[in-house]
């Protein structure tokens, strides 16, 4: 059964860092692009961040360039996203998300690109 599990979430201040994990199990990770989306209260779920399997193209969101890092182990079937310089807009349930292949869901916030999603990690940035 495909299932994507998230970590790391949290209570943090507003400049502070957190480090999101997403383990990947029962379907053939290397293939696909794994990241994240959010859903802040009130808001759309948005695409955040994601890199490709093979390749590592990466995109992000204009809201986190610069801040966030996503990376891949593909050994461990693992992504993670170093989130830095945390602001209170970042506040969200951050979603890890598996599309075949490429980040096109993500670029163009397409649910229906998605293959799996994962239950979702609380992050708070907050004072």
């Known amino acids: 059964q495909p299932q994507l599990v998230e970590s790391g979430g949290g209570l943090v201040q507003p400049g502070g860092s957190l480090r999101l994990s997403c383990v990947a199990s029962g379907f053939a990770s290397d293939y696909y692009a794994i990241g994240w989306f959010r859903q802040a209260p009130g808001k759309e779920r948005e695409g955040v961040s994601c890199?490709?399997?093979?390749?590592?193209?990466?995109y992000y969101a204009n809201s986190v360039k610069g801040r966030f890092a996503i990376s891949r182990d593909n050994a461990k079937n693992a992504v993670y996203l170093q989130m830095n310089s945390l602001k209170p807009e970042d506040t969200a349930i951050y979603y890890c998300a598996a599309e075949r292949y490429y980040c096109s869901g993500y670029v163009h916030n397409d649910y229906n690109e998605i293959d799996y999603w994962g239950k979702g990690t609380l992050v708070t940035v907050s004072s």
């Open positions: 890199i490709n399997g093979e390749d590592r193209t990466t």
